[in-house]
Each structure stands twice: as structure tokens, then as C-alpha cells.
């Protein structure tokens, strides 16, 4: 059975370029419901700890520093199959590849700045929300 939640962030580059508004008008208009959002920026030792998964690749240092180079917004959104539905809606990694009208076609500016992030399984997306968020950030 699929979960109903995701862990999503709007990525430094499109908070820079003033995005945020037209990022959650589109989550809105996607039918996701926020239960948690803070707006924040990651240390690199967070950003490390938070990609560790992809410690051993070859981007994991440059996705680091970008990941703390400013200001993110991290938030969990429920909605039915969350994670299949938030990555579709996002589009492909790579903004020159994903569909018109993905937000990673709107506001993502290179395969490393695609302006959100969105969990990839049902249990990352519990891992990425609890690392986030405690259950009293949830509503």
C-alpha cells in the first residue's frame, strides 16, 4: 500500500529567485495539503547528514553545498500516493527533460538546481519527514 505523505524542499536557487509563492500556489493547485513547512537553511553538516545516502557519488559534495548555500523551504504534503503523485507533478530530474508544465520545468534551472526535492519511496519519505519535523510540527 502506498504512503500519503512526501518530504519536499523548495532548493536555494529557486528560493533566491523569488519562487516560493508560485511553488505552493502550485502545490495547492495539485491537490497536496501541507502538515508541516518551515522555512530554514542547512548547515552543510545537515545537508551531509541529509544526503548520506549519496555519500559515495560523485555530485554528493557539490549537492551539499548547494543544499546549504541559502535559504529552503522543507514541508510534508499528504495527499493520496504521495510520493508517485508529488514526482510526477514535479517532473524529470533534469528541467530540460521534464513535461511542460512540471514545476521543475517552470522553476528549476539545471539538472543540480531543479528547485524541489521530493522523497523517492515511501520510506525515505518517512526518514527525510522525521528528519525535518517532530510529530508536534505536524498538523
Not at 546549504?68 to 507533478?89: C, F, H, K, Q, T
Amino acid at each position: 500500500m502506498s504512503g500519503n505523505k512526501t518530504l519536499i524542499m523548495i532548493k536555494p536557487t529557486a528560493v533566491r529567485k523569488g519562487f516560493i509563492g508560485p511553488i505552493m500556489a502550485k502545490i495547492s493547485e495539485g491537490g497536496f495539503k501541507i502538515q508541516a513547512m518551515k522555512y530554514m537553511q542547512l548547515t552543510l553538516e545537515q545537508a551531509q547528514a541529509f544526503y548520506a545516502i549519496h555519500k559515495d557519488r560523485p555530485f554528493y559534495g557539490e549537492l551539499t553545498e548547494f543544499m546549504s548555500s541559502g535559504p529552503i523551504v522543507a514541508a510534508i504534503l499528504v495527499n493520496d500516493n504521495a510520493v508517485e503523485a508529488w514526482r510526477n507533478y514535479i517532473g524529470a530530474t533534469n528541467p530540460a527533460e521534464a513535461d511542460e508544465g512540471t514545476i521543475r520545468k517552470l522553476y528549476g534551472t539545471s539538472l543540480g538546481e531543479n528547485a524541489v526535492h521530493g522523497s523517492d519511496s515511501d520510506e525515505n519519505a518517512e526518514i527525510e519527514s522525521n528528519f525535518f519535523f517532530s510529530a508536534t510540527e505536524r498538523f
